[in-house]
Every structure is written in C-alpha cells, then in structure tokens.
C-alpha cells in the first residue's frame, strides 16, 4: 500500500489551498482516513480524520475553516484548506488506518508529506 500526498505550495494568509492524497494497492475500505502536519520544529499533530462512517474529526486550531472529505471510488481523500494562517505552515501528511483512535499519530501508512507555506 502507498499513499501519495499532492497539493503543498506557498500562498497568502487568508487563501486557501486543497491537498489530495492518493492510495494505492487496497481495494477494500479504510476504517479511518486522516491528515497530520509537522510545523518546523514541532511534534507532528493531528489535523482532521474521517471515518469509514462519515464522521469527521478536526483539531480545534483547524475546526471552521479545513475540511475533509473522501472519494471512496477513487480511493482518495482531501483537505480543503480556508482561510489559512501563517502558523498553519507545515509539512501535511496524509494517513490510513488508524492502529489507536483518530487523533493519535498511530496509523498504519503515511503519505510523503507535501509542505504547505502560509505568508503573512
């Protein structure tokens, strides 16, 4: 399985950015799908995660203004990004299966990360 993360780039603040992440060699659905960034110098954390359900999680930091969403025919998740801060500068990796509960950096397979630069 691989999961290919695309979508980083530089923008202003208060623009917004979609990422998109692409999985491959799993055919079947995924209990939980999720996005994480690593801000420089910081612990990576969560950001937002959906369920096989429909249930979306966010990071309260995040809750507003990113939304994610599923394509499950195409086994691909995004994280539309509104209103983005500088302090939402990071490297965004995308996630899949979860191993604990959503919003712990425990999943089973990681994207490559795409970096995401907010100037102000």
């Known amino acids: 399985v691989q999961l290919q993360a695309s979508g980083g780039g530089l923008v202003q603040a208060g623009e917004s950015l979609r990422l998109s992440c692409e999985a491959s060699g799993r055919t079947f659905s995924w209990s939980a799908l999720g996005w994480f960034r690593q801000p420089p110098g910081k612990e990576r954390e969560f950001v937002a995660a959906?369920?096989?359900?429909?249930?979306?999680y966010y990071a309260s930091s995040v809750k507003g203004r990113f939304t994610i969403s599923r394509d499950n025919d195409k086994n691909m998740w995004d994280l539309q990004m509104n209103s983005l801060k500088p302090e939402d500068t990071a490297v965004y990796y995308c996630?899949?299966?979860?191993?604990?509960?959503?919003?712990?950096?425990?999943?089973?397979?990681w994207g490559q990360g795409t970096l995401v630069t907010v100037s102000s």
């Open positions: 996630a899949a299966e979860p191993s604990g509960g959503v919003y712990y950096a425990r999943y089973n397979y």
């Open positions: 959906i369920k096989w359900t429909g249930s979306t």
